[in-house]
C-alpha cells in the first residue's frame, strides 16, 4: 500500500497559475497509476487527470485540458499536477490518488482508486 500527501494548494487570482505536489510512501511507487480528483462543495468528487505507471501515458478531463499537466518523478516518489490559466471553477479541494496498475492507459474512475491523500484547498479568486 501507499500513503499520499498532498501541497501546494492555495489562494491564486484568475489567470494564474498553481502546482500540486503529493508525495508517496510505502510501496513501490512506480508501480501505481497516478491520478487527480477535485471536489467542490456540493458536488461529487471528479476526475481531473490522470497518468500510469511510467508516465508515458496521460488522460484529462475535457474541463482542463490545454491547462493543466500532470506529471511524475518515480525517483522522487511525487506526482505532480501544474494548474495555468486558473479560472474560478477551478476553485475545489483536490485529492491525490493510487491505482496499482500496470496498464498502458491510466485509469479515470473514482471506484478504480484504493489509495487517497487528504485533500489540498485551491481557490480562484475572479
Known amino acids: 500500500q501507499i500513503q499520499l500527501v498532498e501541497s501546494g494548494g492555495g489562494l491564486v487570482q484568475a489567470g494564474g497559475s498553481l502546482r500540486l505536489s503529493c508525495a508517496a510512501s510505502?510501496?513501490?511507487?512506480?508501480?501505481?497509476?497516478m491520478g487527480w480528483f477535485r471536489q467542490a462543495p456540493g458536488k461529487e468528487r471528479e476526475f481531473v487527470a490522470a497518468?500510469?505507471?511510467?508516465?508515458?501515458?496521460?488522460i484529462y478531463a475535457d474541463s482542463v485540458k490545454g491547462r493543466f499537466t500532470i506529471s511524475r518523478d518515480n525517483a522522487k516518489n511525487t506526482v505532480y499536477l501544474q494548474m495555468n490559466s486558473l479560472k474560478p471553477e477551478d476553485t475545489a479541494v483536490y485529492y491525490c490518488?493510487?491505482?496499482?496498475?500496470?496498464?498502458?492507459?491510466?485509469?479515470?474512475?473514482?471506484?478504480?482508486?484504493?489509495?487517497w491523500g487528504q485533500g489540498t484547498q485551491v481557490t480562484v479568486s475572479s
Open positions: 490518488a493510487g491505482s496499482y496498475s500496470s496498464a498502458y492507459l491510466p485509469r479515470t474512475r473514482r471506484d478504480q482508486y484504493y489509495y
Open positions: 510505502g510501496h513501490t511507487f512506480s508501480s501505481y497509476c
Open positions: 497518468i500510469n505507471w511510467s508516465g508515458g501515458s496521460k
